[in-house]
Antibody
Framework: EVQLVESGGGLIQSGGSLRLSCAAS????????MSWVRQAPGKGLEWVSV???????YYADSVKGRFTISRDKSKNTVYLQMNSLRAEDTAMYYC?????????????????WGQGTVVTVSS | QTVVTQEPSFSVSPGGTVTLTCGLN?????????PSWYQQTPGQAPRTLIY???TRSSGVPDRFSGSIVGNKAALTITGAQADDESDYYC??????????FGGGTKLTVL
């Protein structure tokens, strides 16, 4: 079955660190761009970060310098290391695969989503 | 600062047609932004509807269509149904690895 399963969320104090995991099955993460998207309670979706198949990484300004996206090919898992957490980082965090078209080129769109993991930062 | 704009809310009658838009606070949206659209109901992960402006994702009914209308990306729902009542989000690719979500549109079917 092709799916993404996130884990690692929880309650953490402001200033603390947390590492989220996104285990993929049914496809190879290193052949795709993989992203993290978050949603604060009652708010809209916010793009957080992406790791390209060539390992280049990019971040939203709101998390740059604090969050790091990475992957482990042997475990087919993507990670989001979150440091210096703030109350405004409280959100549901979704892992998402960036799709490719029939020619193999990225569409910069998300075609598969996990169910998410909740991060709560207490101040 | 670049902001992706969407109507905060919209309503449509059952069986009616509605067009939601996705713009920029500065500039025009074109296919070069690879606009995509997502549907989300409360408590659920988003569902992909449209990518690359007008390509329907697998399993999405053809009453959902995407286009560029004027200087914005657009999602049109034809023959709206009760279960189309959801939040709809667009995403634009801004270049240099960065994607931006719009603020979302809450669609009511009544």
């Amino acid at each position: 079955e092709v799916q993404l399963v996130e884990s690692g969320g929880g309650l953490i104090q402001s200033g603390g660190s947390l590492r989220l995991s996104c285990a993929a099955s049914g496809f190879t993460i290193s052949s795709n761009y993989m992203s993290w998207v978050r949603q604060a309670p009652g708010k809209g979706l916010e793009w957080v970060s992406v790791i390209y198949s060539d390992s280049d990484t990019y971040y939203a300004d709101s998390v740059k310098g604090r969050f790091t996206i990475s992957r482990d090919k042997s475990k087919n898992t993507v990670y989001l290391q979150m440091n210096s957490l703030r109350a405004e980082d409280t959100a549901m965090y979704y892992c998402a695969r960036v799709s490719r078209n029939s020619d193999g080129f990225t569409t910069f769109a998300f075609d598969m989503w996990g169910q998410g993991t909740v991060v709560t930062v207490s101040s | 600062q670049t902001v992706v704009t969407q109507e905060p809310s919209f309503s449509v009658s059952p069986g009616g047609t509605v067009t939601l838009t996705c713009g920029l606070n500065s500039g025009s949206v074109s296919t070069a932004y690879y606009p995509s659209w997502y549907q989300q109901t409360p408590g659920q992960a988003p569902r992909t509807l449209i990518y690359s402006t007008n390509t329907r994702s697998s399993g999405v009914p053809d009453r959902f269509s995407g286009s560029i209308v004027g200087n914005k990306a657009a999602l049109t729902i034809t023959g709206a149904q009760a279960d189309d009542e959801s939040d709809y989000y667009c995403v634009l690719y801004m270049g240099s690895g960065i994607s931006l979500f719009g603020g979302g549109t809450k669609l009511t079917v009544l």
